[in-house]
């Protein structure tokens, strides 16, 4: 149960860093952090995944500029959905490690001092951040819950967000995107995705009542703390569907 426990947990501090700050803050610049909550944010995806900012900007901008024609990096509606649903890792790091896609999509997020000194440091992050967990609640506990926290974050919320949110769902809106009302408390509301394709830069991806956007509180309450600043106009437009 401890296990259990810990991979959730670990498994939703990354994905509320991916889409708090990888995603709102970064690659559509809807909202701009304090550099201490910006510091936070890296080590504890440093930690957890081990994966480079600017890699993945790049990619998911990439995916915005082609959504589901040629050229997007992992459209169900290209490749197929089981291949993008059961596969979404190996396409996100084949598409990474594209030297073009990085300079041509993420050219503003090239190497800091943060990067140069730690953070390009993927797999000593998660070396790190597997012995913290394995401190705090046993060594073999901490290894299967890291284990577990990968499958999660890897294999279960982004290709549900990747895959299926291109496949099946909801809409508010006329595009190739769809939502899902409970996915999305799973992944940071991240499954409001045809919300998200519609308005891009709103850092809010709920609009209807029904819709929970868990991002958009943790990003509300960073604005009270005054270590977020809201640069995207929120979403409240009406559904044309």
Not at 42 to 59: E, M, P
Not at 136 to 156: E, P, R, S
């Amino acid at each position: 149960m401890v296990i259990a426990i810990a991979s959730f947990i670990l498994a939703q501090t990354a994905t509320f860093a991916t889409s708090i700050y990888l995603h709102r803050a970064l690659a559509h610049r809807s909202l701009s952090l304090h550099p201490f909550a910006a510091v936070l944010f890296r080590a504890a995806l440093w930690l957890l995944t081990g994966q480079s900012r600017q890699q993945w900007v790049a990619v998911h901008r990439k995916h915005h500029t082609f959504a589901d024609r040629d050229g997007d990096p992992h459209s169900p509606l290209l490749l197929g959905f089981w291949k993008v649903q059961l596969w979404n890792v190996y396409y996100y790091i084949r598409e990474a490690r594209q030297p073009m896609t990085v300079e041509t999509f993420a050219p503003d997020l090239g190497p800091d001092w943060w990067e140069r000194r730690v953070f390009s440091l993927g797999w000593t992050g998660l070396v790190v951040g597997t012995a913290l967990v394995s401190v705090a609640i046993g060594w073999w506990q901490g290894i299967l819950a890291m284990l577990g926290h990968g499958i999660i974050y890897m294999f279960v919320l982004a290709p549900l967000i990747n895959g299926l949110g291109h496949w099946w769902g909801g809409q508010n809106f006329e595009n190739t995107a769809y939502n899902s009302r409970v996915l999305a408390w799973l992944t940071g509301g991240e499954s409001l995705h045809n919300n998200h394709h519609a308005f891009p830069r709103s850092p809010k991806f709920s609009l209807r009542r029904s819709e929970l956007d868990p991002s958009w509180i943790a990003i509300r309450l960073l604005a009270a703390l005054r270590l977020a600043a809201i640069v995207g106009a929120p979403l409240r437009a009406r559904p044309t569907r």
